[in-house]
C-alpha cells in the first residue's frame, strides 16, 4: 500500500494488443516496464508495469505503436469528504488486471 | 500526503478518439492493427489521431492512405478514408480539397510511394500549394513487398535488389524529398523528424500537429517526414530499429526545418466553387432547349437507322469535322451516336480517320470495323478500308475515277471530285461537307433541321457556315443527280 501512495501514475497494459516490441521498456523514464514471463493469446510477451514508481509521463503510450496497448493513468488528489469520487480502489483492480 | 487528501487516477493518455473501437478487418484480430511489432505507422497513426482529437476535426478530416503496408489505415481511423492508387494520394487528395472545401485532408504515404512511383504527384501538389497535410514516412526500403531498394534506400544498404549494397554508381544517391521540396516557392511547412528516441518521438507528435494547424488556418501545403523503423525487413529487434533510425537513417537524412513560412503565408481567398452540374451543358454551350420531350418525338420520326461509318483522308481535309457534323445531327434527332477519332500527331498530311455510329438502339462499340458507309477522301484512304465495306455497303470517294483495282461488286459506289465542286463553291476545304451532303441524301437518315443545327455549334464562324450550308446542298444534288442508286 505504501508503494502505490508513492506513486504518481499508473499504467495499465492491454494485453491482447501489447504485440511485445520492447519499445516501452526501453523507453520508460523510471524502468518500470518489463516483459511478462507468460505468453499472450497471440504468443507475444507483453509489457507488464512493475506495480510501482510510475510517474505518469506518458512517454510509454508515446513510443507505443497500438493505438489503445497502452494507458496511462496520473493520480489526482482531493479531499476525501468528496461523496462517491473514490477510485483507488478501483485503480487498483485495474493495476491487478494489467499485470 | 495529509491522511484527509486520497488518490484518484485520471486517464492522461489513452486511446484517440479518432480511431475506431474494434477493426473491421480479419475474425480474430480487430483489436490490435495488422502492422509488425515495433513498425514506425502505428507510433505515427497515433500522433496524427492525436492531432486531430486535439483539433476537433474528425467529422471533417479525410485521409488518403496510399499503397504500401499503411494502405490499410482506412481500418484504423474513424475520419473519411479514401484509398488512392500507387503514388496517386497527392492528386486525389488535391480533388478531395478542391471539392469539399471545409474539410481537412492527409495524404499518408510511404517513400515507395510518395518518392518513386508517385515523384510527379508529389511535387505539383507541392508546386501548387495545395492546402494539405502530407505525412511522408520514410523507412527507406519497400517493406509491404519484402524490401526492394527505394529512392531513399542508403548507399550502401542492402537490399533484395540490391543485394551488395546500393552503390551511387548504379542506383544514384538517396533521395531527399524534404530538401528537393523545400527549393519550392509554395510549400508552407517542410520538416523531416524521427523516431529515434523519445525526444525525437515527441518532435514528431509536435511536428504533425502543426502540420494539420497549417491546413485548418488554410495556410497551404505542408509535409512532415518521419523517418520510421522497420524492424522486419531491416532484420532487426524493435529497439534496434529505433537505435538505427537514430545512429544511421539521420546520417544520410538530417533533420530539421527545411521551409517555415507560416508565419509569412497569408491565407488564400477560397477558390470558387464548382458550378452547379445542371449548369455544365449551358457553360459548354450545349443547351438543349427542347430536351426531352421534343426530342422523342423527333425521334419517333426518324427512319429506323443504323449507320457504321468510315471516314478516312489527310490530316486537314475535314475529316474529324465532317464525323463530329454527323453525330452531332444525330443526336439532335435523338438518336444514340458515337464518334470516335483517330489520328497521327500530325495537324497537317497526316492520315486521319474516324468512326461515326448512329442508331435508335443503344451503340455496343463505337468501334466501326466493318462499315456499311465509307467516305474515303483520297485514294490511300480508299485502299485501305475499301475492303472492310460490308457487302451491300456504299462508298463515297472524291476522285475522277474509281481505281479499278478498287471496284467490288456487292458495293455501291459514287466516286466525284469532290474536292474540284468545292473549288466552285469557293474553298476547297468544303469538300468534306459536299460530300456529308451526299451521305445524308443518300441515307436520308436525318432531318435537314437537325444538321443545320449541329452545324451551327460546331462551326462558330457564320461565313464558314453559310459556305457548309451551299456544300451540303450542293452535295445532296449530286447525288439526286447521279446515276447511282
Not at chain 1, 12 to 19: F, H
Not at chain 2, 20 to 27: A, M, N
Not at chain 2, 343 to 352: A, F, I, L
Request: proline share 5%.
Amino acid at each position: 500500500m505504501e508503494a502505490e501512495k508513492r506513486s504518481r501514475g499508473l499504467l495499465k497494459v492491454d494485453v491482447d494488443e501489447c504485440k511485445g516490441c520492447g519499445l516501452c521498456v526501453e523507453a520508460c523514464p523510471p524502468h518500470v516496464i518489463s516483459m511478462s514471463e507468460k505468453l499472450n493469446h497471440y504468443g507475444y510477451r507483453t509489457a507488464t508495469y512493475v506495480g510501482e514508481g510510475c510517474t505518469a509521463c506518458g512517454i510509454c503510450f508515446m513510443v507505443c505503436p497500438e493505438p489503445g496497448a497502452i494507458t496511462v493513468l496520473k493520480a489526482v488528489y482531493r479531499a476525501s469528504d468528496e461523496p462517491g469520487r473514490s477510485l483507488r480502489a478501483e485503480a487498483k483492480e485495474v493495476a491487478c488486471a494489467s499485470n | 500526503m495529509s491522511s484527509g487528501l486520497i488518490a484518484e487516477y485520471e486517464v492522461v493518455q489513452g486511446k484517440a478518439k479518432s480511431f475506431y473501437d474494434t477493426y473491421e478487418r480479419k475474425d480474430e484480430l480487430q483489436h490490435q492493427t495488422h502492422y509488425c511489432p515495433g513498425c514506425g505507422h502505428g507510433t505515427i497513426h497515433k500522433m496524427l489521431a492525436r492531432a486531430i482529437d486535439e483539433l476537433g476535426i474528425q467529422d471533417r478530416t479525410i485521409l488518403v492512405s496510399p499503397v504500401g503496408c499503411s494502405v490499410f489505415a482506412y481500418y484504423y481511423f474513424d475520419v473519411g478514408n479514401v484509398q488512392a492508387a500507387h503514388g496517386r494520394a497527392p492528386a486525389v487528395a488535391t480533388a478531395l480539397k478542391r471539392s469539399r472545401r471545409d474539410s481537412i485532408v492527409v495524404s499518408y504515404q510511404g517513400d515507395g510511394d510518395l518518392s518513386a512511383i508517385g515523384s510527379a504527384e508529389i511535387l505539383h501538389a507541392a508546386n501548387r500549394g495545395e492546402n494539405i497535410t502530407v505525412i511522408f514516412v520514410n523507412n527507406a526500403i519497400y517493406s509491404m513487398t519484402g524490401g526492394q531498394f527505394a529512392p531513399t534506400t542508403l548507399l550502401g544498404q542492402k537490399s533484395t535488389t540490391t543485394p551488395l549494397g546500393r552503390s551511387a554508381q548504379h542506383e544514384g544517391y538517396p533521395l531527399h524529398v524534404s530538401e528537393l521540396l523545400a527549393t519550392l516557392e509554395a510549400p508552407v511547412y517542410i520538416e523531416r523528424v524521427a523516431l529515434g528516441d523519445n525526444k525525437q518521438i515527441a518532435q514528431a507528435a509536435k511536428a504533425i500537429k502543426r502540420a494539420m494547424e497549417n491546413q485548418v488556418k488554410g495556410l497551404g501545403f505542408s509535409l512532415i517526414e518521419v523517418l520510421s523503423p522497420c524492424p522486419t525487413v531491416w532484420k532487426m529487434q524493435p529497439v534496434q530499429a529505433q537505435q538505427w533510425v537514430h545512429d544511421v537513417m539521420e546520417k544520410t537524412f538530417p533533420l530539421g526545418v527545411f521551409k517555415d513560412r507560416t508565419k509569412e503565408a497569408h491565407v488564400w481567398p477560397a477558390r470558387d466553387a464548382a458550378p452547379p452540374l445542371e449548369t455544365i451543358p449551358e457553360i459548354l454551350g450545349v443547351a438543349h432547349e427542347e430536351l426531352p420531350e421534343g426530342k422523342a418525338e423527333m425521334r419517333a420520326q426518324v427512319k429506323d437507322v443504323d449507320l457504321h461509318v468510315r471516314v478516312a483522308g489527310f490530316g486537314g481535309q475535314g475529316v474529324l469535322l465532317l464525323g463530329e457534323v454527323l453525330a452531332e445531327a444525330g443526336l439532335d434527332a435523338g438518336l444514340e451516336v458515337s464518334w470516335l477519332p483517330s489520328y497521327g500527331p500530325e495537324m497537317r498530311s497526316g492520315t486521319s480517320n474516324c468512326h461515326v455510329r448512329l442508331s435508335k438502339e443503344p451503340i455496343d462499340s463505337p468501334l466501326v470495323t466493318v462499315p456499311n458507309v465509307l467516305v474515303a477522301m483520297n485514294e490511300p484512304s480508299l485502299r485501305k478500308f475499301d475492303a472492310s465495306v460490308k457487302p451491300g455497303g456504299w462508298v463515297i470517294y472524291n476522285g475522277d475515277a474509281f481505281p479499278e483495282d478498287c471496284v467490288r461488286e456487292d458495293v455501291h459506289v459514287l466516286a466525284l471530285p469532290f474536292t474540284q465542286v468545292a473549288n466552285e463553291l469557293g474553298d476547297t476545304r468544303a469538300a468534306n461537307m459536299v460530300m456529308l451532303g451526299a451521305l445524308l441524301e443518300m441515307t436520308g437518315a436525318l432531318p435537314q433541321e437537325s444538321v443545320d443545327a449541329a452545324l451551327k455549334r460546331l462551326v462558330k464562324n457564320p461565313r464558314f457556315v453559310e459556305l457548309d450550308e451551299r456544300a451540303l446542298a450542293r452535295g445532296r444534288e449530286l447525288y439526286r443527280n447521279s446515276a447511282v442508286r
